[in-house]
C-alpha cells in the first residue's frame, strides 16, 4: 500500500524559510518522480506545480519560486524536501507531494503554508 505524507507547514512571517518533508513509502522512490504542487485560497485557483525532482536529479522549478525553493530528496529515508526561503504572502497555499513511478501516481493529503505578518 502506497502512502504518502507531508509534514512541515505552518505559519511564517515574510521573508522567513520552511521545510516541507514528504515521505513515501510502498514506492520503489530510488526510481520515482516526485514533485511539490501547490493550491492557493481562492475560487478557481488551480493546483500548481512548484518544484520536481527526477530519479536522477535534474530538477525544475516554477518561475515563481526560482532561486528561493530548493527540492531534494534523501534516498535512504524516502523522503523529499522543499526548502523555502525568502517566503512571500502569494506563496501562501496548501503545499501537496506528488509521487509518479511507472504509470502511476500518488498524491499527500496536502499541507498548510501560510506566509503573513
Known amino acids: 500500500q502506497v502512502q504518502v505524507v507531508e509534514s512541515g507547514g505552518g505559519l511564517v512571517q515574510p521573508g522567513g524559510s520552511l521545510r516541507l518533508s514528504c515521505a513515501a513509502s510502498g514506492v520503489n522512490f530510488k526510481f520515482a518522480t516526485m514533485a511539490w504542487y501547490r493550491r492557493a485560497p481562492g475560487p478557481g485557483k488551480q493546483r500548481e506545480l512548484v518544484?520536481?525532482?527526477?530519479?536522477?536529479?535534474?530538477?525544475n522549478y516554477a518561475d515563481s519560486v526560482r532561486g528561493r525553493f530548493t527540492i531534494s530528496r534523501e534516498q535512504a529515508e524516502n523522503t523529499v524536501y522543499l526548502r523555502m526561503n525568502s517566503l512571500k504572502p502569494e506563496d501562501t497555499a496548501i503545499y501537496y507531494c506528488y509521487v509518479m513511478q511507472s504509470l502511476y501516481q500518488y498524491w499527500g493529503q496536502g499541507t498548510q503554508v501560510t506566509v503573513s505578518s
Open positions: 518544484a520536481r525532482i527526477f530519479s536522477g536529479g535534474d530538477t
